[in-house]
C-alpha cells in the first residue's frame, strides 16, 4: 500500500510541475523513478520512452503508466497490481492538470490579455525549452549510443542515424514518423 500512495505522490508532483507537455516531463519522470526511488534502471526507462514514443498517446501519460507498471512489477512480481500501478500513475499524472484546468478555464479567458498573464507565459516558455533540452540529453546515454571506447560501430552508427534523423526531419523535412520507420529499419540492418 505504501508503494501505491508513493507512486501516486511522486507522478502527482511530476504532473503538477511538469510544464512543456510529455517530453518536459521525460527528465522529471527519469529522476524520480531511477535516481531517487530506484524503481528501475536507466536502462529500463529509456525502454520505457522508446515504447512510448511508439504507442498511441501523449508520452508523459505513456511513460507514467508503463513506470507505475513496472515499479510494482518488480516490487511485487504481480502482473495484476501492476497494472494497478499503471492506472495510479497515469491517474496521478493527469489529475493536477485536470483539475487546474477546472479551476482556471473562465479566468484565464477572462484574463487573457492581462500584462501578468502574458508575463507569466513569457516567463514560462525559456522552462519548457530547458525541459525539453533536458529530455534530449537524458536519451544521448550509453544505453542508446555506446561508448567509442567499448563499441565503436554501435557508437559511430548511432550517431550517424541521430544526425540523419535531424537532418531528414528539420532540414529536408521529412515526415518524423516516416523518419522513424527509416531509423528503426536502418538500425536493425546495421546494429542487429
Same mark, same amino acid.
Given at each position: 500500500?505504501?508503494?501505491?500512495?508513493?507512486?501516486?505522490?511522486?507522478?502527482?508532483?511530476?504532473?503538477?510541475?511538469?510544464?512543456?507537455?510529455?517530453?518536459?516531463?521525460?527528465?522529471?519522470?527519469?529522476?524520480?523513478?531511477?535516481?531517487?526511488?530506484?524503481?528501475?534502471?536507466?536502462?529500463?526507462?529509456?525502454?520505457?520512452?522508446?515504447?512510448?514514443?511508439?504507442?498511441?498517446?501523449?508520452?508523459?501519460?505513456?511513460?507514467?503508466?508503463?513506470?507505475?507498471?513496472?515499479?510494482?512489477?518488480?516490487?511485487?512480481?504481480?502482473?495484476?497490481?501492476?497494472?494497478?500501478?499503471?492506472?495510479?500513475?497515469?491517474?496521478?499524472?493527469?489529475?493536477?492538470?485536470?483539475?487546474?484546468?477546472?479551476?482556471?478555464?473562465?479566468?484565464?479567458?477572462?484574463?487573457?490579455?492581462?500584462?501578468? !498573464?502574458?508575463? *507569466?507565459?513569457?516567463?514560462?516558455?525559456?522552462?519548457? &525549452?530547458?525541459?525539453?533540452? #533536458?529530455?534530449? $540529453? %537524458? /536519451?544521448?546515454?550509453?544505453?542508446?549510443?555506446?561508448?567509442?571506447?567499448?563499441?565503436?560501430?554501435?557508437?559511430?552508427?548511432?550517431?550517424?542515424?541521430?544526425?540523419?534523423?535531424?537532418?531528414? !526531419?528539420?532540414? *529536408?523535412?521529412?515526415?518524423?514518423?516516416?523518419?522513424? &520507420?527509416?531509423?528503426?529499419? #536502418?538500425?536493425? $540492418? %546495421? /546494429?542487429?
Amino acid at each position: 500500500m505504501l508503494l501505491f500512495l508513493t507512486l501516486f505522490y511522486t507522478f502527482f508532483l511530476i504532473g503538477l510541475f511538469g510544464f512543456g507537455g510529455g517530453y518536459g516531463m521525460l527528465s522529471l519522470i527519469q529522476h524520480e523513478v531511477v535516481v531517487s526511488h530506484k524503481w528501475m534502471s536507466s536502462a529500463e526507462f529509456t525502454n520505457i520512452v522508446a515504447i512510448s514514443q511508439m504507442t498511441p498517446g501523449p508520452i508523459g501519460i505513456n511513460s507514467a503508466t508503463y513506470c507505475g507498471y513496472t515499479a510494482v512489477h518488480h516490487a511485487t512480481g504481480s502482473a495484476l497490481l501492476g497494472m494497478l500501478g499503471s492506472v495510479t500513475a497515469t491517474l496521478a499524472l493527469v489529475l493536477p492538470s485536470f483539475i487546474l484546468m477546472l479551476l482556471i478555464s473562465k479566468m484565464f479567458l477572462k484574463y487573457m490579455k492581462s500584462p501578468v !498573464v502574458q508575463s *507569466v507565459f513569457s516567463g514560462l516558455r525559456p522552462a519548457v &525549452v530547458g525541459l525539453l533540452a #533536458a529530455a534530449t $540529453l %537524458l /536519451l544521448c546515454n550509453t544505453e542508446n549510443f555506446g561508448t567509442p571506447a567499448q563499441s565503436p560501430w554501435h557508437f559511430w552508427i548511432s550517431v550517424a542515424l541521430f544526425m540523419a534523423t535531424f537532418i531528414g !526531419v528539420k532540414m *529536408v523535412k521529412i515526415n518524423p514518423i516516416r523518419m522513424i &520507420v527509416y531509423a528503426a529499419f #536502418a538500425g536493425l $540492418l %546495421l /546494429l542487429y
